[in-house]
């Protein structure tokens, strides 16, 4: 049974350390370089590969893809597509609430006079408001930690480390976002997702044989 902020990072050590690591390495380059310099030199390495590729990595960190992986946890536990789904409201509501309170500009507005410069991937729709946070990124982090914290398996921790990175790297690749609207979306899907764990898997109801059991379950019994 869950015990708290300890049990839910110890279960998530395989992606909460190395997450660690990341965070501490990307905020040496935030202070190193500035917010232009960071984001064309994402934006200049591109190709034919990544432009066809990295849409369907930020998709991952949809809300439609959460969704649909919630249904299928429906199959086997209440519980977990209990925790996945709310853990993606609750961080999504945060992240709404931040991105309207700074309504920051996106790339496209604050290089304006440098559209020219940007390299921008053909059919994708580029939005121009509400930058910080990204979105996508909070998702992508938060389903991360959702998913370790369930599987047995804490490895799989790593792969979706490295997923979730990888749709934090799409929003800047794909000119939605800046390095530091992908940095905080990290931690605000990491952050308030390891509080929401943490308080809301002790509650008594979850730990019930009936939330435990899925729709497959039921059709067995």
């Not at 390495?25 to 432009?51: G, H, M, P």
């Not at 849409?55 to 991952?60: A, D, H, L, Q, R």
């Not at 809301?200 to 067995?220: A, E, H, M, V, Y």
Request: charged share 15%; net charge positive; hydrophobic share 50%.
């Amino acid at each position: 049974m869950n015990t708290g902020a300890k049990d839910v990072l110890y279960r998530n050590r395989y992606f909460f350390l190395p997450y660690l690591i990341i965070l501490c390495a990307c905020i040496i380059i935030k202070v190193l370089y500035t917010r232009e310099t960071i984001f064309f030199a994402v934006n200049a390495r591109y190709s034919n590969w990544a432009d066809i590729v990295m849409p369907y990595v930020t998709y991952i960190g949809d809300g439609i893809a959460i969704i649909i992986i919630a249904i299928v946890l429906l199959f086997y536990s209440y519980r977990s597509s209990f925790l996945l789904i709310t853990g993606y409201i609750i961080t999504s509501v945060v992240a709404q609430i931040l991105k309207y309170s700074f309504d920051m500009p996106r790339p496209k507005v604050y290089f304006s006079a440098k559209l020219d410069q940007i390299h921008f991937v053909k059919d994708m729709y580029i939005l121009s408001t509400h930058s910080f946070p990204s979105g996508h990124t909070v998702t992508a982090f938060s389903a991360g930690m959702v998913l370790t914290y369930l599987v047995k398996n804490k490895l799989w921790g790593a792969l979706f480390l490295v997923i979730a990175v990888l749709v934090g790297f799409s929003r800047i690749y794909l000119s939605q976002h800046f390095f530091e609207d992908v940095l905080a979306g990290s931690v605000i899907g990491t952050v308030v997702t390891v509080l929401w764990l943490s308080w809301i898997d002790r509650r008594p109801f979850l730990q019930t044989s009936r939330w435990n059991r899925g729709l497959l379950s039921r059709r067995k019994l």
